[in-house]
């Protein structure tokens, strides 16, 4: 199981920007701020990560998407015993799209190197969204495939 759940805090209008641009929200929503953020996922927020802790766990069950919004976070796919890490990423980049869009097992597990920040977008806030936002959906499909 993740060893990481921190209390989730309100968005900054920083880390807003960050959360529109990586959900290709801009069309969608032009201004949007924390405040709006916080109104349209009124149950995600942001959460810390200390350097070590795990974010999500590869089999683990879990639907909700995450906007990495600094640190970085190696993601490590399970062969047997064996761990290979397959990715690094910053800022902006987002996990756990595989598991939202598909089954909902993760198919790959994420670690923080570093303090980091995530806004942790639960799934039940995300219906809306992925239903009004067609590019978003693509988005989200085209990363599937490239991760798959």
Do not use: W
């Amino acid at each position: 199981m993740a060893s990481a759940n921190p209390e989730r805090a309100a968005p900054s209008d920083a880390d807003a920007a960050i959360v529109a641009a990586a959900l290709r929200l801009e069309t969608f929503f032009p201004e949007f701020s924390g405040e709006l953020c916080s109104k349209i996922f009124p149950r995600s927020g942001v959460g810390q990560y200390g350097a070590g802790d795990v974010i999500i766990e590869q089999g683990e069950s879990g639907r909700d998407l995450f906007v990495l919004l600094d640190g970085s976070v190696s993601v490590t796919l399970s062969m047997g015993s064996a761990g290979a890490e397959v990715a690094t990423l910053g800022a902006e980049a987002l996990l756990g799209e595989v598991a939202l869009l598909r089954d909902g097992l993760r198919t790959a597990s994420a670690m923080a190197l570093q303090p980091t920040r995530a806004f942790r977008l639960l799934f039940v806030d995300m219906g809306y969204i992925l239903q009004h936002n067609p590019e978003l959906a693509e988005h989200l499909q085209g990363l599937v495939r490239l991760r798959s």
